[in-house]
């Protein structure tokens, strides 16, 4: 028998349907309308490929996994090394190779999870993982919150750990996503404490400890499921209704389009530029 779709959340689409704050003018409906409904198109699933700064994010997360499925690299004097053959750097851009060399340097000298009782770490290039199904009201939806790391406090209490890269400093973690993992948290380990942080792996800024009262999770609960189900309505529209893409998705047009990834297909950017 076939399943019945659900409509999905998941801390990458709350995010394109609300910026975080102070950054209110890099939102556009339209980049979601590009990334979550015309992704399979091959204009648009060409510039989905990963970007340098994702690509970094991915092979410093792969080399944090390494580490620790070969811990006696992390006592070699040529453990950095020999993790860069395993990631394959010498066939990446030297911008790339580079600075995921600097992350590989900086966790040998400072690796923070030797010593922790890992529950799960992922590799960062896994298939998506299962999502969780969660009944909010009369309906149900499907709740997205891969983790980089779990690992478990001497008292028991469970840690959702978020690896980082690039610039973001102590105060530049959005939160949002601590209170998605958080949220699935409360499903996974139901009878345990559950906290989550994060972790820049490039700088070393380390984020508070993120807690969540029930009452507050109740409210992300029906942020994500009001979110799930607005964007599944905005999918029927669109399949039904192409020629409203604009409508559907309207375009926040400005000086960030230049930034954008979907710039070169966007007419309103286009429009900016001109």
């Known amino acids: 028998m076939r399943k019945k779709w659900l409509p999905f ?17 890099w939102h556009c409906d339209m980049k979601r309308g590009f990334k ?12 989905l490929e990963d970007t340098i700064p994702q690509k970094i994010g991915k092979l ?22 020999r993790v860069a053959v395993i990631l394959g750097l010498n066939r ?102 559950v906290i989550a942080s994060f972790y820049n792996l490039e700088n070393f800024s380390v984020s508070e400890i993120i807690e969540a009262n029930p009452e507050k999770l109740d409210f992300v609960q029906i942020e994500l499921a009001e979110i799930a189900k607005k964007h599944e309505e905005e999918k029927k529209l669109y399949r039904h209704n192409p020629n409203d893409f604009a409508k559907i998705f309207p375009p926040n047009p400005g000086s960030t389009c230049k930034y954008c990834l979907f710039n070169y297909i966007c007419q309103f950017s286009c429009e900016v530029s001109n």
């Open 60 to 81: 410093a997360q792969k080399g944090v996994y390494e580490f620790h499925q070969h811990t006696q690299l992390l006592k070699q004097s040529d453990g950095v090394e």
């Open 36 to 47: 979550k409904v015309r992704n399979k198109e091959p204009q648009v699933k060409a510039l």
């Open 9 to 25: 959340a998941s801390y990458n689409l709350w995010s394109l349907f609300n910026s975080p704050v102070g950054k209110e003018e």
């Open 92 to 193: 990446e851009v030297d911008e790339v190779k580079e600075r995921v060399v600097s992350i590989l340097n900086n966790y040998y000298k400072y690796p923070i999870l030797v010593g922790k009782n890992i529950y799960s770490l992922s590799r960062g290039d896994e298939e998506i993982s299962e999502p969780l199904h969660i009944k909010q009201g009369n309906s149900i939806f499907r709740l997205y919150a891969p983790t980089d790391c779990i690992f478990t406090e001497s008292d028991g209490t469970v840690h959702i750990l978020d690896f980082k890269t690039g610039k973001s400093g102590q105060n530049d973690f959005d939160r949002r996503q601590a209170y998605v993992y958080l949220l699935a948290g409360r499903y996974i380990f139901p009878n345990q404490t």
